[in-house]
T-cell receptor, first 111, second 111 residues
Framework: GESVGLHLPTLSVQEGDNSIINCAYSNSASDYFIWYKQESGKGPQFIID?????DKRQGQRVTVLLNKTVKHLSLQIAATQPGDSAVYFC??????????FGTGTRLTVIP | EPEVTQTPSHQVTQMGQEVILRCVPI?????FYWYRQILGQKVEFLVS????????KSEIFDDQFSVERPDGSNFTLKIRSTKLEDSAMYFCASSPLLEQYFGPGTRLTVT
């Protein structure tokens, strides 16, 4: 079955530094990926998505990279701010419209 | 900016009781979903709904669960006879096509 896993459960960065959060997926049929941010007590918040026909997509301060060869997804956050502190999930879609979520990485920004 | 809303924010119920969790998806979205997140674990897909019927459901979504869109705005999840292991955050999501937007969740506590 599908599985989505994250390499690091926690990540601490200094304010102003760049953050990189990684995600591995196992289903080569997955064609769509989303990164979500979840703050304590809140629902997942959409950050950025990417389709499998792309390698890179940029948003405001965020970039998602997709490497289909090694089934790896990463989220880069530029100039990390204290408000970026949260748990970050990657999620994949394989055929149907439901999403399979990873276990999450907790990002802590040190002021 | 339109948001998915959910009520109540917290529901406490006794084992064996029925609960109904309510959601108002974003108004022009066509696809609706329920997910759950047991404390400290990843978000898990329950069911997707499109064109007034279930389009996909997971193994978690057994006969004790049902969904309904009783009018043009609400989307509900009913658990007929709650178990202790149903205690979790329940998230509703909606999407125009691919990108899913989540509500703030309902914390269900079964005692």
């Amino acid at each position: 079955g599908e599985s989505v896993g994250l390499h690091l459960p926690t990540l601490s960065v200094q304010e102003g530094d760049n953050s990189i959060i990684n995600c591995a997926y196992s289903n080569s049929a997955s064609d769509y990926f989303i990164w979500y941010k979840q703050e304590s007590g809140k629902g997942p918040q959409f950050i950025i998505d990417i389709r499998s026909n792309m390698d890179k997509r940029q948003g405001q301060r965020v970039t998602v990279l997709l490497n289909k060869t090694v089934k790896h997804l990463s989220l880069q956050i530029a100039a990390t701010q204290p408000g970026d502190s949260a748990v970050y999930f990657c999620a994949e879609r394989a055929g149907a419209n439901n999403l399979f979520f990873g276990t999450g990485t907790r990002l802590t920004v040190i002021p | 900016e339109p948001e998915v809303t959910q009520t109540p924010s917290h529901q406490v119920t006794q084992m064996g009781q029925e609960v109904i969790l309510r959601c108002v998806p974003i108004s022009n979205h066509l696809y609706f979903y329920w997910y759950r997140q047991i404390l400290g674990q990843k978000v898990e897909f329950l069911v997707s709904f499109y064109n007034n019927e279930i389009s996909e459901k997971s193994e978690i979504f057994d006969d004790q669960f049902s969904v309904e869109r009783p009018d043009g705005s609400n989307f509900t999840l009913k658990i007929r006879s709650t178990k202790l292991e149903d205690s979790a955050m329940y998230f509703c999501a909606s999407s125009p096509l691919l990108e899913q937007y989540f509500g703030p969740g309902t914390r269900l506590t079964v005692t």
